[in-house]
């Protein structure tokens, strides 16, 4: 049980440390439907759906490498990550990172790109870059984990202390 919930902490922590790169979107941009619906066409031209259900089956296959031990509950990280990562669901948050990140006619230049053969074999490529990428950075975590986990009992351990002292004081202060 103990190395399930080791090897639970690293998933948890790969996640987290995932979510932390990401940038949010600027609060109360809005984008006109043609905006959106160029954004749309960019996310069909590189076939991010399938895109998505690679990755998503990647970072299941990724995570069962790094924790073999959580093998046996393979079907609970699919159905979780069949839940919410879902293209359909996600479409319009994609959507409005590539508008926020690009104008409309670098999004036009964008669709130009990926309907070329070499766009084409980017766009086919890209799954397994991204799981490659994220396979070096967990690999560079999972290496270190351990001053890590050290590094956060030290700090819980001194806020447990000092928050343990006037507690005491006002005791004795009786």
């Known amino acids: ?8 902490s690293i ?14 979107i600027p609060a109360g941009k809005v984008y006109r439907k043609a905006e959106y619906d160029l954004a ?13 259900d690679i990755m998503r089956d990647g970072m299941v296959d990724m995570q069962l490498k790094a924790a073999p031990q959580l093998t046996p509950y393979k079907e609970i ?4 990550f069949e839940k919410y990562l879902v293209f359909d669901s996600l479409k319009r948050e994609l959507a409005d990172i590539y508008l ?7 999004i036009k230049e964008l669709i ?26 967990q690999s560079a975590v999972t290496k270190h984990l351990l001053e890590l986990q050290n590094d956060l009992k030290k700090a819980i351990e001194s806020e447990q202390k000092k928050s343990a002292v006037p507690a005491v004081q006002s005791v004795r202060q009786k």
């Open 1 to 8: 049980m103990g190395n399930v919930c080791k090897w639970l």
């Open 11 to 24: 998933l948890i922590l790969t996640v987290i440390l995932a979510g932390l790169s990401a940038t949010e």
């Open 40 to 52: 749309y066409k960019l996310l069909e031209t590189m076939d991010m759906k399938k895109q998505f």
């Open 77 to 80: 990280f699919v159905r979780f």
């Open 100 to 106: 926020d990140m690009f104008t409309p006619g670098e």
């Open 112 to 137: 130009a790109f990926y309907e070329t053969p070499f766009g084409k074999k980017i766009i086919e490529r890209t799954p397994e870059l991204s799981l490659r990428f994220a396979q070096v950075g």
